[in-house]
């Protein structure tokens, strides 16, 4: 998957944790390079978020999406369609 805003496409890191972030925008999983979340400072503010418990680290798996703080899972859009 490309970033998001740019389209760069994903790098595995060596090592250690990838600088890529995930979230989920409109239903749809997005991944933003180290380099668009630099220079956007406010993206976290454009991501979903949970409505029980308000955290944006969120997964989309089969038209669910499903908040990795608190397990809450809720239907969304797949705006492809
Ligand atoms: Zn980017
Ligand atoms: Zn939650």
Redesign the pocket.
Known sequence: MPCATCGRPQTDPVKGSSPWARGVVGGRQILLCAQCQESDPDWVGRLDR?P??G?TRLSVVMGSAV?R??G?DWPVEDLER
């Open positions: 949970c029980q418990c955290s908040c703080a608190c809450f």
